[in-house]
C-alpha cells in the first residue's frame, strides 16, 4: 500500500467516525432546552458542512498525483484541523 492510499484511508475513517459522533449528538438534542437546541443544532449544521468540505476534498486527493497530491494534500490537512477543532469544541459541549 502506498502512502497515499493509506492517508486516504486513515481521513476516510475519521470522517466515518465523525459522521456517527455528529449523529449521536442531533440525537441528544431532544433532551435540551430550545434556544440550546438551536445554538446546538446550528454548531451541528456548521460542522457537517466541514465535513462535506472535507470529504470533497478527498475526492480530489484520490484524483491527484505528484506534485498537485502535495498541494492539495496540504489544503486537506488545514481543513482537517479545522474540522478536528470544531468537533472536540462541539463534544465538549454535548457532555
Given at each position: ?17 465523525w459522521?456517527?459522533q ?74
Amino acid at each position: 500500500m502506498n502512502i497515499q492510499t493509506a492517508y486516504k484511508q486513515k481521513r476516510e475513517a475519521q470522517l466515518n467516525e465523525w459522521s456517527a459522533q455528529l449523529n449521536l449528538m442531533e440525537a441528544k438534542l431532544e433532551n435540551v432546552g430550545a434556544d440550546m437546541r438551536v445554538k446546538r443544532a446550528e454548531q451541528i449544521q456548521a460542522l457537517r458542512n466541514q465535513q462535506r468540505g472535507a470529504s470533497e476534498k478527498m475526492q480530489e486527493l484520490g484524483k491527484a498525483s505528484g506534485e498537485a497530491w502535495e498541494e492539495v494534500k496540504s489544503t486537506a490537512d488545514k481543513i482537517w484541523d479545522d474540522l478536528k477543532s470544531g468537533m472536540a469544541e462541539a463534544h465538549s459541549k454535548f457532555k
